[in-house]
């Protein structure tokens, strides 16, 4: 069983950053694609970014150019670097995650969430 594994909320004044961290744990898997999502207050869960294993990136339109993801294929790890951070950034930050099992077959699954609230 794959498990996924957040830190880094927190609370950040408007225009402050954050980073999020994700690891993933367990035995004979490799992880494809890692990301995030995240979800607002009474809206639903929404995409923020993922990043496959070629590195290949998509991110949702309202974080580009403030939102950076990263990975770290040893550490089976994927990274969210916020800046510029907004109100409407603020929510539950999920991350999410699919690959391979050896031996044939594939997991996917998602971390507890942590918690981002960007208030002043």
């Known amino acids: 069983q794959v498990q996924l594994v957040e830190s880094g909320g927190g609370l950040v004044q408007p225009g402050g950053s954050l980073r999020l961290s994700c690891a993933a744990s367990?035995?004979?898997?490799?992880?494809?694609?890692m990301g995030w999502f995240r979800r607002a207050p009474d809206l639903q869960r929404e995409l923020v970014a993922t990043?496959?294993?070629?590195?290949?990136?998509k991110n949702a339109e309202s974080v580009k150019g403030r939102f950076t993801i990263s990975r770290d294929n040893a550490k089976n790890s994927v990274y969210l670097q916020m800046e510029s951070l907004k109100p409407e950034d603020a929510g539950v930050y999920y991350c999410?995650?699919?690959?391979?099992?050896?031996?044939?077959?594939?997991?996917?699954?998602w971390g507890q969430g942590t918690q981002v609230t960007v208030s002043s």
């Open positions: 999410v995650g699919e690959g391979f099992l050896r031996g044939g077959g594939t997991w996917s699954g």
């Open positions: 367990g035995s004979g898997f490799s992880v494809d694609v």
């Open positions: 990043i496959a294993s070629d590195g290949a990136i």
